[in-house]
């Protein structure tokens, strides 16, 4: 875009804070912004009018998803920063780093000396790496809340990033009206800065997580080339029984230990309620706040398909594909539990960390209701 939206400040030092880190930000940083694309070329007064209007509608959002969902009613509302493709990059190591500093701090020595051994070299290659993932993902991302950024309003945690060249591109690919589909995408990620701020025990849960699943990846190279023959059966199995590839995250499940497999089954079943129930809330509000609703879920739904081979290619390696299904599965749990008791019953998977559904339940949200409402 031809106008700058305001910027993040460069993220700390991420090459030497942190004796135990084995990704070297700094050079994930640099290599993403290098590598990645310019923003779409706009007229300077139309860029200035999406940057003002995804600042309004991040707080006018937030208040209708309160509405909806019943919750954090008491709490302050933020404007959004309203970032270019570079500060996204910026925002994300920040938080990527934070977060992977707190998991690791709850994981045990074994796995902290683990990585320590990446130090050098192997923290500038794995940085190289993840800003290869970083330059795809900054054309991609439309926002993002970051629970682990410092927001400046009292009583309000994480920083909500609205990234405006990716969010003119999208609306412009879909052909729908501007307005409209930004309001639809402040909908979805103020939704998750409500969920993070208004269930106070969210953020340390998912971050302990974490580092038990750190915890729990200490096996050794010899110990996991012995369960390659094993992988190897099971995944001719998933071929001869589909037609479908498992993907990068059930090629991971395979290689893993019962113990790493449940530590991960934690994780993405958070995750996948977190991202399918912000995407049943950005469509639930309604067309009296986004007219076009319909139209907006129908194209962006086929453009979450789209995209040429290379491209298709890039979202398996990335996990891309992996986080879609989250959004439809999280959405379909969602939607089932809400049409079958309500708003007001659906928020007890906010009350506890024992309340929150399983990977199972995910796709059974009926046993849910039962283990949770009897």
């Known amino acids: ?21 084995a990704l070297d930000w700094n050079v994930a940083v640099a290599t993403a912004v290098r590598l ?20 309004q509608f991040s707080v006018e959002a937030e208040t209708h998803v309160r509405e909806l969902t019943g919750l ?5 509302i933020a404007e959004g920063d ?8 910026r925002g994300a190591a920040d938080g990527l780093a934070e977060l992977t500093d707190a998991a690791l701090s709850t994981a045990d020595s074994q796995v902290l000396r683990g990585a320590e051994a990446f130090g050098g070299l192997g923290a500038r290659g794995a940085g190289v790496q993840a800003g290869v993932v970083l330059a795809y993902l900054g054309g991609k991302v439309l926002g993002q809340f970051d629970p682990y950024g410092e927001s400046g309003v009292a ?13 003119v591109a999208a609306q412009k690919s879909l052909g729908v009206p501007a307005d409209d589909f930004r309001m639809w995408v402040c909908l979805h990620e103020s939704t998750h800065r409500l969920q993070f701020n208004a269930v106070p025990w969210l953020r340390e849960h998912f971050t302990a997580c974490l580092g038990t699943l750190l915890a729990e990846m200490e096996g050794t190279t010899g110990e ?15 071929r001869s029984s589909s037609d479908s590839s498992p993907g990068v995250l059930g090629w991971i499940e395979l290689l893993q230990t019962p113990t790493q497999r449940a530590a991960l089954d934690r994780i993405i079943a958070i995750s996948t309620l977190l991202e399918g129930h912000a995407d049943h809330v950005m469509d639930a509000v309604g067309p009296q706040v986004v007219p076009s609703v319909a139209t907006i879920r129908q194209r962006f739904t086929e453009r ?16 891309v594909d992996a986080k879609i299904r989250q959004y439809a599965q999280g959405g379909a ?31 059974d949200p009926a046993a849910w209701i039962r283990r949770v409402h009897g």
């Open 333 to 363: 749990f969602t939607r089932h539990v809400v049409n079958a008791v309500g708003m007001a019953d659906f928020n007890a998977v906010w009350s506890s960390p024992e309340h929150l559904p399983n990977r199972a339940e995910i796709n």
């Open 1 to 21: 875009m031809n106008a700058r939206p305001s910027t993040l400040p460069p993220p700390p030092d991420r090459g030497v804070a942190g004796e135990h880190r």
């Open 224 to 238: 996991l080339l012995s369960r390659l023959p094993a992988v190897l059966r099971e995944a001719r199995s998933v």
């Open 72 to 76: 954090g009613q008491e709490l302050p």
């Open 304 to 319: 979450r398909k789209g995209g040429g081979l290379l491209d298709r290619v890039l979202r398996s390696l990335l996990g």
């Open 82 to 89: 309203v970032v270019d493709r570079p500060a996204w990059v």
């Open 36 to 55: 990645m694309k310019p923003g779409p070329e706009v007229p300077r007064a139309e860029a200035e009018q999406a940057v003002r209007s995804l600042r």
């Open 155 to 167: 009583g309000q945690r994480g920083r909500l990033l609205l990234v405006a060249p990716n969010v």
